[in-house]
């Protein structure tokens, strides 16, 4: 079992949908979790942070639940931008050397 | 514009040479990072510093070889001991000290070397 699974997806959705991805992590050390966002033939950029309390940055919302060990993104109103890949990592030991990368979930927004 | 470059972006190579890629930032950070990324797998560690003339091995360490003779600059050599060379090369920077540590990584544009 890989340490931070995610569903590749592709998930196809229309425009204005809201859409949430899941990322489970094996390590219940890890300690600080991100998302990342990856276009096509591009590199990853920091979409944005995951909190214990959970936390929002405009249409998009991620939580963490440690019960579970399992991290979410919402995206709401989706728009046509939105269509990349999501990289769930994940840094365990809190050494922000080691971390631990997701394959991705494929997000492609339709008009 | 603080950055890291990567260069080249697209890289030809035949089997048996060895080819180095350039990763330079102007960002300050003290960490640097050498990620490799293969279709339908995630970013793989090769190598990856946190101060000047010191680096450790990542998890796919084996054919590759790096340098960190200046803060800014960590360039990964990929040696004819590599077996599977062709794939997408990332760098990446990162700051390690105190309130300003994000845990964000800062990436290039990505080199992608072929073998031919």
């Known amino acids: 079992r890989k340490e931070v699974e995610q569903d590749p997806g592709p998930f196809n959705v229309p425009e204005g949908a809201t859409v949430a991805f899941n990322c489970t992590y094996s390590?219940?050390?890890?300690?600080?979790f991100f998302w990342y966002r990856q276009d096509c033939r591009k590199e990853p950029k920091l979409l944005m942070s995951v909190y214990s309390s959970g936390n929002e940055d405009g249409r998009f919302t991620a939580q963490l639940n440690r019960a579970s060990q399992y991290i979410s993104l919402l995206i709401r109103d989706s728009k046509l931008s939105d269509s990349a890949t999501y990289l769930c990592v994940v840094n365990r030991a809190g050494n922000n050397r080691k971390l631990i990368w997701g394959l991705g979930t494929s997000l492609a927004v339709n008009p | 514009d603080g950055g890291i470059t990567q260069s080249p972006k697209y890289l030809f190579r035949k089997e048996g040479q060895n080819v180095t890629l350039s990763c330079e930032q102007n960002?300050?950070?003290?960490?640097m990072y050498w990620y490799r990324q293969d279709p339908g797998q995630g970013l793989r560690l090769i190598y990856y510093?946190?101060?000047?003339?010191?680096?450790q091995k990542g998890d796919i360490a084996e054919g590759y070889s790096v340098s960190r003779e200046k803060k800014e600059s960590f360039p990964l050599t990929v040696t004819s001991a590599q077996k599977n060379p062709t794939a997408f090369y990332l760098c990446?920077?990162?700051?390690?000290?105190?309130?300003?540590?994000?845990?964000?990584?800062?990436f290039g544009e990505g080199s992608r070397l072929t073998v031919l």
């Open positions: 510093s946190q101060i000047v003339n010191d680096f």
């Open positions: 390590n219940s050390a890890s300690q600080s």
């Open positions: 960002l300050n950070h003290d960490a």
């Open positions: 990446a920077s990162m700051e390690l000290g105190g309130r300003t540590n994000t845990g964000e990584l800062f």
